[in-house]
Structure formats: C-alpha cells, structure tokens
C-alpha cells in the first residue's frame, strides 16, 4: 500500500488515488508505521546482533509485510504500551502492568501536538499529526471558512497555505517574528512572509497564543534517570542514560557539529539516528551529525533548507535572484560560510534537488558551497 522513497524518506501511496473500500486500510496503514522504532530493530539485526529484541508499540506496523517482521525474530508486543521507565533497573513497565528489563531500552514514542488550554471539547478546533486528524481538519476547511493556524514553523505554514489554496479565510499566529523564522533565517523568511501575505493570508506574528504543555509523547522515567526537555535529551551518541537510548522525532540529542541540542522531526532523521543508535548500543562509540534538511511546497514555492542558519548570519545568494524567488542561499558568519553539520553528499544534493514546478526555490546549487569563502553576492 505504501512505499519509502530511497532520496528523501517520503512515504508515498503507491496507489495515488485507492477505492473507496480501501480508504479505511490507508488510513490505518498510515498511522501506524513507527519509524525509529522498526529502523532500530532492524538496524540491529542487520549489525549482528542476535540476542532477544522486544518491540513495543500501539499497533503493528504496516509499514513492513508479515514476511518482514517475521525475519526480524522480534517479539513485537502490540496494544499494550510503555507506561513507564525505570531506569535504574532499564525496566518498562506496560498499561497492562507487564515488566520488562533489558540489556538497552531505546524510546522512539514520536511526539504529539503541543495543547492550548481549553483547546479539547469545541468543535472546530484541530490538531495535525495522524491521519484521522488529518481528515477531520479537512471536513471544516471550505471556501469561505475562517481559519486561524496556531504555529509558525513548518507544518504551520504549510496548513496556512493549504488552507488558503483551498479558498479559507487564513490567519497564521505564532510567537516568531516570521513564520519559519527558525529554518530560513529572518531574511529568507521574510520572503515567505511576503508570499504568504501576496496569497492573502494575514500573519499575526510575535504573539505567543495561550499557554503551551509539553508535548513529548509521556513515558515517564522513575529515579534519576533521562531528562525530559522539548524531547528526551541525549548526548552524541543518543543515549539518554546508561543503556537508554531515545531516536527520532522524541529524541533532543548533542549535534556535535553545531555544538548544541538539536531535535528533528523528519522521516529520514528517524532512520539514520535508529542506525547510528544500534551501533551504539553494540559497543560503537558514534555521534550522530546529520546535515537537517526540510522540504516544503508551499502556494507555487518549493524550499528546501539544508542545515540551521544561526541567528545573525548574513545572507549571501550563490545562485539565481531573490526578485525572481529562485535562489540558492548560503549563511555566512564571520565573512565565511559556517558548516552547521556534516556536507551532503553530491549524489544526494542532485536528487534532492530536482525540481518540479516553474517558480520554485532550487536545491541543487548547494553542490559545492562547502565551508570556507563566500562565492556569491552577499545580500545582508
Ligand atoms: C502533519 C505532518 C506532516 C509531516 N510531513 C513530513 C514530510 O513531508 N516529510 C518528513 O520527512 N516528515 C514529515 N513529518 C514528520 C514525520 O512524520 C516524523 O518525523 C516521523 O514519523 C517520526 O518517526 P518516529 O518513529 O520518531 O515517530 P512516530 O512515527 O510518531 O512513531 C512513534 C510510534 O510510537 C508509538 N507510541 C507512542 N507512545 C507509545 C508508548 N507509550 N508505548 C508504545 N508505543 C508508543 C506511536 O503509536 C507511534 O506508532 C510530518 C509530520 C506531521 C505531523
């Protein structure tokens, strides 16, 4: 029913438009396909290790036939989720009361949307990370309606664009100055800005909107033990404490290249981090430093950022016109351009980069825009 594609991680429906009497297993299959989870246990049966595996999680997974899981020789124990961690003892205690202790317990519960108070109980009022919220957000998005987006990263601007190429009423709100302020940097984000308002949504931005919670998916640790902070914070090496490891979206974990605490919700990130965690925990002393990459269309735009744009670099356009929105843009600090990770591979950089719409941002002129001089013009 799915797919994984092998350049960018993006799970795709191999049948774009199913039957009606297939609606429901899509559904379904979508929403349950725990991606750091599997690509640990696969990835430490892949390096070897052969010693017993439990996996445990809210469904099976769909992502993976029967034939899969079966060569994997997991126990996977499924309806019955972590409750809580001690971690002392490395011992996950079950909803159902069942304990079990291990060698290494790794946590890759994903995250859930940040609550406003008051949000539960009226209707109209949404949040988006399964596929049933997603389809319930879509019954209320008509010409017409009003729409107001909390949240100004990445997935707020995209339902702010959605909602408006749908014909809604959209305002965007968030705390930042520019909506993707954090990935693009304020120059770069200034432009989204300005496509967003040219599409008519109005941006209500620098407001915080109530007050938020937590919003790492709870399994609480007795004892000393992993910190919880905007995920669960880990060293290089994803480990949370001794023989606790966290992958993927729930985990915050030293990126050594950047010096700081890093936390990624991509699909990819939740597989290569699984990787290096495997190896970890069989003995490998790995960091993990991935270069962060986002993908997101949104009106007629593709943007693509590799990296994170510290906060007062200046900008500096290697390739194309900022007038025309088609351009490649570096970050410099310092009067050279600061590697925030590790420098993407060409092979990768090429396949990333195809673009499919006339009046998109390219990806492709990152070839060669390693460390070291700005080769452009600089537009700080
Ligand atoms: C609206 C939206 C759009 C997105 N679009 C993209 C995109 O275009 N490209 C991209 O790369 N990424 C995208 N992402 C992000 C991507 O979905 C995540 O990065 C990825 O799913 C993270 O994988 P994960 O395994 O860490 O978490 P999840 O996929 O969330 O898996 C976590 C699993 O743990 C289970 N679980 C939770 N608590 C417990 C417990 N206590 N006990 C047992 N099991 C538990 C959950 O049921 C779930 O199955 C999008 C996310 C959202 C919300």
């Known amino acids: 029913m799915f797919d994984q594609r ?21 559904r379904e299959a979508a929403s349950v396909s725990p991606a750091a989870g599997l690509s640990t246990v696969e990835a430490l049966r892949r390096k070897g290790y052969q010693g017993t595996l439990t996996a445990l999680g809210t469904e099976r997974t769909k992502l993976r036939s029967e034939l899969q899981l079966a060569f994997l020789e997991a126990e996977f124990v499924l309806g019955d989720p972590a409750d809580s961690l001690e971690s002392a003892t490395r011992t996950v205690r079950t909803a159902s009361g069942r304990r079990l ?14 609550e406003l108070p008051g949000q539960a109980g009226p209707a109209g009022v949404h949040v988006l990370r399964t596929v049933d919220d997603a389809v319930a957000l879509r019954a209320d998005l008509r010409a017409g309606a009003r729409v107001v987006v909390v949240g100004d990263g990445v997935r707020g601007a995209e339902i702010a664009a959605t909602a408006r190429t749908m014909g809604a009423d959209v305002t965007l709100a968030g705390p930042g100055r520019a909506a993707m302020a954090a990935q693009l940097g304020p120059r770069v984000a200034g432009l989204l800005a300005d ?23 709870a399994v609480w640790s007795a004892g000393s033990g992993p910190v919880l902070d905007n995920g669960v914070v880990c060293d290089a090496t994803s480990r949370a404490a001794e023989g606790i490891y966290a992958v993927g979206d729930v985990s915050r974990w030293h990126h050594d290249a950047m010096g700081s605490l890093l936390r990624l919700e991509i699909r990819t990130n939740a597989t290569e981090q699984a990787g290096v965690a495997a190896a ?26 590799y990296g994170v744009p510290p ?24 009067g050279r351009v600061r590697r925030r990770g590790d420098a993407p591979s060409r092979r990768r950089g090429r396949r990333r980069g195809r673009g499919r719409r006339g009046r998109s941002v390219p990806g492709r002129g990152h070839r060669g825009y390693g460390p070291g001089r700005c080769p452009g013009r600089c537009a700080a």
């Open 101 to 114: 202790s291990a060698d290494a317990v790794v946590v890759a519960t994903g995250v859930r949307p940040r």
């Open 6 to 26: 092998d350049d960018d991680g993006i799970v795709i429906l191999l049948d774009a438009e199913p039957l009606a009497d297939q609606h429901a297993a899509v």
């Open 195 to 217: 496509l967003h308002t040219e599409h008519g949504v109005r941006l209500r931005l620098g407001t915080t909107v109530g007050r938020l919670t937590v919003h790492q998916h």
């Open 311 to 334: 906060a007062d670099a200046e900008v500096c356009v290697v390739e194309g016109d900022e007038g025309d929105r088609r351009f490649v843009a570096l970050h410099r600090q310092g």
């Open 280 to 305: 970890n925990i069989l003995g490998a002393q790995q960091s993990y430093t991935p270069i962060s990459y986002v993908r997101t269309d949104q009106f007629d735009a593709r943007i693509q950022v």
